[in-house]
């Protein structure tokens, strides 16, 4: 099994202590306050439909502040949790993807004129979403999505919008959920860089919070909440390491072996048992597929053209002049594992998992991607 690296590699790697503070969980509330003051709507973890989603809130009492989500391969199930922490759970059930890049987004609206017709653009106000109590992986799927969606081959104005106008607090990750497996891809448990504010939640003799700026906003923030400098207790700890990962994809050469596999015997059984929901792909946090539909309105002189998101596990997805390209989920699967694991690194030099282990929990069938990828690496077919 990987070894997971520790909160206290984080805490303890000659950083200034002078930038931290640490704040009292009664005086946590203004970190919300001074968002909001600041126009941002403020996205954090709720509890919600039985689940912890991320959605708007107007204070830290929505947090879903004694509940933790027991999560196992087609299994989530909240329950109390002891401790009082206020980000205790694990990753939630949605991501930033979700704000970031809506399922839904309208391009343009057109209008009957005369002989021809009026292209009418949308140009709404851009929404700015402060993310609190977001994971690493979360964090690390957005730089993700970043290479997708802000780089040369591709540029998505309106995701690039809602993304520099964002503001991240993300939240050390103590206890993973048994489906994560982010510290085998570079996905957590604890954010090295791309944060404003770095939370580290303290339960231990007295229940307080370690925050650490990572960009001039986020110091912007921490000046104006009450706090003190950090005492050595209070960095011992923060620095109780991370709890172990029970899950893991293998570090060396994975991508080349699955692609060497393609014809593996493994992925026939693994669609005998794919339903082919999509469920996987919509609770991941880096999965961008879209597609374009044009609708028209009650009026005969009006239409407008959308953007939907869509899965590669859809039949509709790959099809082409002559029928899908993908006909059978076998090859959708094999479609969606190897892109997001082994030629993703093509496209965009990473891996496009975090190991948040979402598609794990989701999935109705109780498909493992960890399993699949190292069953079919470990001897192609």
């Excluded at 570079?186 to 370690?210: K, S």
């Amino acid at each position: 099994m990987e070894s997971t690296p520790t909160v206290a590699a984080q805490v303890t790697d000659g950083r200034d202590d002078r930038r931290r503070q640490v704040v009292r969980r009664a005086d946590l509330d203004s970190l919300v306050i001074t968002l909001k003051a600041r126009g941002f709507e403020v996205i954090a973890p709720v509890r919600r439909d039985g689940a912890i989603v991320l959605a708007a809130i107007d204070s830290l009492a929505a947090l879903p502040r004694g509940w933790a989500a027991d999560q196992e391969p087609g299994r989530y199930r909240l329950r109390p949790a002891a401790g009082g922490a206020l980000f205790g759970p694990g990753p939630a059930a949605t991501s930033c993807r979700a704000f970031l890049r809506p399922a839904s987004e309208r391009l343009f609206a057109a209008r009957r004129s005369g002989s021809g017709f009026q292209v009418e653009t949308d140009d709404p106000p851009v929404p700015r979403y402060a993310f609190v109590g977001i994971r690493a992986c979360d964090l690390a799927a957005v730089a993700r999505l970043d290479r997708v969606l802000k780089g040369d081959r591709f540029h998505d104005t309106a995701y690039q919008a809602r993304r520099d106008a964002a503001f991240f607090a993300v939240v050390d990750c103590r206890e993973p959920a048994s489906t994560c497996f982010c510290a085998s891809v570079g996905g957590g448990p604890v954010a090295a860089a791309g944060y404003d504010l770095r939370i580290t939640e303290i339960t231990e003799e007295g229940h307080r919070f370690l925050l650490e700026p990572g960009s001039a906003a986020g110091a912007d923030i921490l000046a104006t909440l009450p706090g003190i400098p950090p005492d050595d207790a209070t960095l011992r700890a923060a620095g109780r390491p991370a709890a172990p990962q029970a899950r893991s994809l293998p570090a060396d050469g994975l991508a080349g072996r699955l692609c060497a596999a393609a014809e593996h015997p493994r992925w026939q059984a693994t669609a005998a048992r794919c339903l082919a929901c999509a469920n996987c792909t919509m609770v991941c946090p880096t999965c961008f597929c879209t597609t374009v539909e044009d609708t028209s309105g009650l009026l005969p002189d009006q239409a407008a053209r959308w953007r939907r998101a869509d899965s590669c596990f859809t039949l509709g997805f790959s099809y082409i002049h002559g029928g899908s390209v993908r006909a059978t989920i076998a090859a959708r699967y094999r479609q969606w594992l190897l892109h997001k694991l082994a030629t993703w690194h093509d496209q965009f030099g990473t891996t496009g998992c975090v190991g948040c282990g979402r598609c794990i929990a989701w999935c109705p069938a109780g498909i493992d991607i960890t399993e699949e990828a190292r069953a079919v690496a470990a001897a192609p077919g």
